[in-house]
């Protein structure tokens, strides 16, 4: 049997190599940073990380990582309601629960479990789930474990949103689903108006923070800080492995009793591993770091505003952005591809986009700015751009 599964497998691969969609993996060889290492020895700058606050090599971070190996081990060896639960995971969720205002928090893996594990344990065939079209994989998977009906909005669409709350008024409970970013094109959901319309037709609100937690709002909040709803969201995911330190390990916060009935069935949270003990560790010295200070958000936000005004002023077609991605538009697939191999030539890190990551015809580099970067980074990337597009017809 597999004979012939594996020519099919063959026949599939190569049809996504000739269409210019064959994605391959880049080796770096040093700490995640602004500055990176690859596989040629030759060193970049990288603006392609989740790295938001240029946490992932931070000493402190670090510092806190080794104490913990020593006071608490490697790891855990068992799931939360058997044996794994250690003080310090206790202490993350308790800090995860006073950053963004709420009652409780629960710890995953990795947000993709926690997006997988949040929807089934809560809703039935008798509930909806309304969930805007660009949310995340992680978010349409974990609806397709759930057995709510299931309506779809345009993104951002407040329009739409209604109609399908509309509709839903048909089920017993219903519950708005939004990412807080949307990570292929930098916009900030309306949450403002997803909340007013969320109480007009009674129905909740989830939001997935992983790409806005740590970047927007005034404080690195996240959307619930940009509109002034802190504690009043019924749900929030998110991850440590981006803005947070970039390690691993996912979170979902809210209200205490969504939270109990998740340690009750979530099958992600029942069936896997507590996070190591020292990624918890380093993400408590995050929060507290953050509870310290502004200093890296007010980078991050400064950085962000020069990286887009620069580049919208060389002639790139740029999304909107509220965020610290800055979608460079090139619509086709293979050009993505060229521009990044001719940016790594030029020292400057970045991936090219294209389907089915992205919709077809909408390739782009995602450019992430980092409150790592310094300006002779930020000026040294959009020179490489500026001379690459010229040379590829871009602008």
């Known amino acids: 049997m597999y004979e012939n599964f594996k020519s099919h497998l063959q026949e599939e691969l190569s049809g996504i190599e000739k269409a210019g969609l064959y994605k391959n993996e880049r080796i770096i060889t040093s700490p995640q940073g602004a500055v990176i290492r690859v596989s040629d020895g030759k060193e970049v700058l990288n603006f392609c990380a989740n790295n938001y606050l240029g946490l992932s090599n931070n000493p402190s971070l670090i510092d806190a990582a080794k104490k913990a190996l020593d006071t608490h081990g490697y790891g855990v060896s068992s799931v939360r309601f058997i044996c794994g639960t250690q003080d310090i995971h206790k202490t993350l969720e308790a800090a995860i629960s006073t950053f963004f205002g709420t009652e409780d928090a629960i710890l995953y893996a990795a947000c993709f479990d926690a997006n997988g594990g949040v929807f089934e344990p809560l809703l039935t065939e008798k509930d909806a789930i309304i969930s ?20 779809r909005y345009a993104n951002a669409d407040m329009n739409d949103l209604e109609q399908q709350l509309k509709k839903a008024q048909a089920q017993r409970f219903r519950l708005i689903v939004t990412d807080g970013v949307f990570s292929m094109d930098g916009n900030v959901a309306p949450l403002d108006k997803i909340y007013e319309l969320a109480g007009k037709y009674n129905a909740m609100v989830m939001v997935d923070e992983s790409h806005s937690a740590g970047v927007v709002g005034k404080t690195g909040r996240g959307v619930t800080e940009v509109y002034d709803l802190k504690g009043r969201i019924e749900i929030i995911t998110g991850t440590l492995g981006k803005a947070f330190g970039g390690a691993i390990g996912g979170f979902t916060t809210g209200r205490k009793e969504i939270i109990d009935m998740l340690r009750q069935r979530s099958r992600p949270y029942l069936f896997s591993n507590s996070i190591p003990p020292m990624v918890a560790a380093a993400g408590v010295r995050m929060f507290e770091m953050m509870s310290q200070t502004n200093e890296l958000q007010d980078k991050l936000h400064e950085n962000t505003a020069y990286f887009v005004d620069k580049m ?65 980074h930020l000026d040294k990337c959009i020179d490489a751009f500026t001379k ?8």
């Not at 660009?134 to 057995?147: E, F, M």
């Not at 191999?341 to 450019?367: D, H, M, S």
């Not at 690459?388 to 602008?395: A, D, F, M, Q, S």
């Open 132 to 151: 805007d079209a660009l949310n995340h994989a992680s978010i349409i998977d974990g609806v397709r474990l759930c057995k709510a009906q299931r309506y």
């Open 312 to 376: 919208i002023a060389a002639g790139f077609d740029i999304k909107p952005t509220e965020s610290a991605i800055c979608a460079v538009m090139l619509y086709d697939a293979k050009l993505s591809q060229d521009v990044a191999a001719r940016l790594q030539e030029e020292g400057i890190y970045v991936t090219g986009f294209y389907y089915p990551v992205v919709p077809k015809g909408e390739a782009r580099i995602r450019v992430q700015i980092s409150a790592g970067h310094e300006r002779t």
């Open 388 to 395: 690459v597009g010229k040379e590829l017809g871009v602008i």
